[in-house]
């Protein structure tokens, strides 16, 4: 890996390349391109070819979990 920050699209988050759910849009999976989720108590499961992504959470919350 040897991709600079400063060259990384805006979408991505600078703390990490992680692709996560987040509430409240429309989530592409990373797989397959699907927008349809199975959403569990952790993470969301594509419903086409049941890719895993966890949901995206602020720093508290992880702290909290
Ligand atoms: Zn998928």
Redesign the pocket.
Known sequence: MHVHRAQWPTAFQPQGFRITYRFGTTNY?P??G?THWHVGRSSAQ?A??A?AVPFAVGMYEERAA
């Open positions: 999976c797989g397959c699907g594509c086409f070819c890719t």
